[in-house]
């Protein structure tokens, strides 16, 4: 007899980290609109430098145009 399969489980276990960095980053922009270092509609992105969504940190965070951030290679190329 097959086991049924728990597709909550499998669901929440696969999104619960994505659904953690998405929220990281939105609120990254947050606290960057907050600061009044962006505007709502102004073309700019938050671009994270290591590349990590949830290192927040004033360091790791830099203001750029949109064109910018998603030209940006994403994977370190060995």
Do not use: C, F, Q, T
């Not at 597709?7 to 600061?35: C, G, I, Q, T, V």
């Not at 969504?53 to 060995?78: C, F, G, L, M, T």
């Amino acid at each position: 007899m097959k086991k049924k399969r728990d597709y909550r489980k499998e669901y929440d276990e696969y999104h619960s980290k994505h659904l953690k960095d998405n929220n990281a980053r939105h609120r990254a922009r947050y606290n960057a609109e907050k600061e009044g270092r962006v505007r709502v509609g102004d073309g700019k992105e938050l671009d994270h430098k290591d590349n990590n969504p949830r290192n927040n940190s004033s360091s790791n965070v830099r203001i750029v145009s949109r064109d910018a951030n998603r030209s940006r290679p994403r994977r370190k190329i060995s």
